[in-house]
């Protein structure tokens, strides 16, 4: 049997009790050789059971897991501290609050040889649990949700952005550094933002299978969309620009909506564009609905604006915010080109 790259999977966790035991049984029964796999926890300091739980299914594989210590709970920090103790030739970041096809390792091992590319990942697949998580899959599924994002586009495939979670040659880090430690989010697109400047690639594939469980309530999607948006802008203003436009499409509709509000007294356009983006929501909240349920509809519909609204008025706190106080520095950019690095060799064998 050829010899396979050793793998570490990375994993930020803080306060998982809920999904941590169902995770660590997928990363258990992968088809990737047991001998050649190490999982890293960057655990947050939990205080729940996720520890306790930790423990207990990780006597199934002795000496395969490792809990590393994230006292800022952030999980840029905690990537970084995992990628530092890591040993494997691949790492793989994953997520907890998702689960995996059984052969999620082989697969994205074998699309780093094959392509040649600096990070690999498949489309972010939603699942749910339960009616308003249905719900907020069939938003994420339309355009009119997400836009053009090629990584949130099931049938998507090829040279994208960015991509979910993320395999990486360790030789990578060597070249654009680690994940921004002060990063809150979007520290994953922003670390593929440097990928990018640095003259390396992402491949999306189909193969690589993942599901992911998005948030239960309108509070928490609230929440989420907003500190994507404020991230956005952090990475935006320490690039001095984006990849695309398309994250920023939020904000201008925002600001475009309040740019009618004030000046409503003087036209009529207000009531027309908010008729027309009403109409457009319902519509597309009856198509997509049909998929879990045409009864979803009206929920459907009511999330896109919480997706473009949140992310939007993130976007401009961001803006504010990191304009104000930037809390980055230019090192954390980049230590060079992958055209300075050459050819990546791990086991002996050319990794790509």
């Keep these: 049997m050829a010899k396979v790259p050793f793998v570490t999977l990375a994993v930020p966790c803080f306060n998982e009790e809920r999904y941590i035991e169902a995770f660590l049984d997928d990363v258990f029964e992968q088809d990737y050789p047991a001998s050649s796999i190490e999982v890293l926890i960057g655990d947050g300091m939990s205080t729940d059971r996720t520890r306790e739980i930790i423990a207990r299914v990780s006597e199934k594989r002795p000496g395969v897991v490792r809990v590393i210590d994230n006292p800022r709970r952030l999980q840029a920090p905690g990537l970084n501290a995992m990628i530092a103790a890591a040993k494997g030739d691949v790492i793989v ?13 082989r697969q994205c091992v074998e699309v780093l040889k094959e392509t040649g590319a600096q990070n690999v990942g498949g489309p972010a697949r939603p699942a749910a649990e339960n009616w308003f998580q249905k719900a ?13 994002s090629a990584f949130r586009t099931l049938d998507a495939e090829g040279w994208v952005e960015t991509v979910f979670p993320g395999a990486f040659p360790r030789g990578v880090f060597d070249v654009v550094g680690g994940f921004d430690p002060n990063a809150i989010t979007n520290e994953d697109a922003e670390l593929n933002q440097r990928i990018h400047e ?67 007294p003087w036209h009529p356009l207000l009531p027309i564009a908010l008729g027309l983006y009403g109409t457009a929501a319902a519509i597309e909240g009856i198509r997509v609905s049909r998929k879990y349920g045409i009864h979803l509809a009206p929920v459907v519909a009511s999330i896109f604006p919480v997706l473009h609204v949140c992310h939007g008025v993130g976007f401009g706190v961001g803006l504010i915010h990191y304009l104000r106080k930037p809390d980055w520095h230019d ?22």
Excluded: W
């Excluded at 355009?143 to 053009?148: A, E, I």
């Design 136 to 148: 907020v899959c069939a938003a994420l599924e339309s355009k009119l949700g997400v836009g053009n």
């Design 93 to 105: 970041r994953l997520d907890v609050h998702a689960r995996y096809a059984k052969d999620f390792v």
């Design 198 to 264: 640095a003259g390396g690639r992402v491949y999306l594939s189909q193969r690589i299978v993942v599901h992911y469980f998005p948030r239960d309530s309108y509070r928490g999607l609230a929440k989420q969309y907003f500190n994507y948006g404020k991230g956005r802008a952090r990475t935006a203003l320490k690039h001095r620009g984006l990849l695309s436009l398309r994250p920023m499409l939020p904000f201008f509709l925002v600001v475009g909506g309040v740019t009618l509000l004030v000046t409503s």
């Design 331 to 352: 090192e954390a950019r980049g230590r060079g080109s992958f055209a300075e690095a050459g050819p990546r060799v791990e086991n002996g064998e050319a990794l790509a």
